[in-house]
């Protein structure tokens, strides 16, 4: 069966600090690959998918980036963390049909 | 643009009763709607996925229906427990540019013992 896999739990870090947040996914091969943030009391916002390796697609202009150096792991990036880089992001993979998600990092930039 | 509602936005019955979620979404070019569960700190688990052809699914006291006609997806849920106690959203997969989903704000559901 398919398990993806996605860590930290819990981050906090300060302002003008980088950030890797990294995901791997078991059990399936050529999987699409997606980055979510969940901003407090907001919904979810798409960051970044991916339907191969090197192959990235950004939605929103913002201070993150993504990469995927391997089939299975898709890594969330960032130079210099801003405050309202904070939230809650998800990790999760299809193959155009069910998405299924991690279990999240709660990023607090202070 | 392909906008996805859900109403109420927050929902709380006694434990017991039958109830209803509501998705409704503007383009009815959708390939498939899926339901999700997220409880407070965690990430979404899929509760049902229905397919463009289909008309609804179940999956023990759930049960979707899609209507795309008429761009509405309910999600049914029978003797609530306060177990069922969650955030729920709805997200639909687009025909063109179907890598993507687009949730809905998603109903914060209460079951009261």
């Known amino acids: 069966s398919q398990t993806i896999h996605q860590w930290p739990a819990t981050l906090v870090q300060p302002v003008g600090s980088p950030l890797s947040l990294e995901c791997t996914v078991e059990?399936?091969?050529?999987?699409?690959l997606y980055w979510y943030r969940q901003a407090a009391g907001r919904g979810l916002q798409l960051l970044f998918y991916?339907?191969?390796?090197?192959?990235i697609s950004s939605e929103v202009p913002q201070n993150l980036s993504a990469s995927r150096p391997q089939d299975r792991q898709f890594i969330l990036s960032s130079k210099k963390l801003l405050l309202s880089d904070s939230g809650f992001y998800l990790c999760?993979?299809?193959?155009?049909?069910?998405?299924?998600f991690g279990s999240g990092t709660q990023l607090s930039v202070l | 643009k392909q906008e996805v509602t859900q109403i109420p936005a927050a929902l709380s019955v006694p434990e017991g009763e039958n109830l209803v979620l509501n998705c409704s979404f503007t383009?009815?070019?959708?390939?498939?709607l899926q339901w999700f569960r997220q409880d407070p700190g965690k990430g979404l688990t899929s509760l049902l996925l229905?397919?463009?052809?289909?008309r609804e699914q179940t999956s023990g006291r759930l049960n979707a229906s899609l209507d795309k006609s008429s761009g509405r997806s309910t999600l049914y849920i029978a003797a609530s427990q306060p177990g069922d106690s969650a955030t729920y959203l709805c997200?639909?997969?687009?025909?063109?540019?179907?890598?993507?989903?687009?949730f809905g704000q998603g109903t914060r559901l209460t079951i009261n013992p």
């Open positions: 999760a993979w299809s193959h155009f049909r069910e998405l299924f």
């Open positions: 059990g399936t091969s050529n999987p699409n």
């Open positions: 991916s339907v191969g390796i090197g192959q």
């Open positions: 383009d009815s070019a959708i390939y498939n």
């Open positions: 229905i397919q463009s052809s289909q």
């Open positions: 997200a639909v997969r687009r025909i063109q540019g179907a890598q993507k989903l687009v």
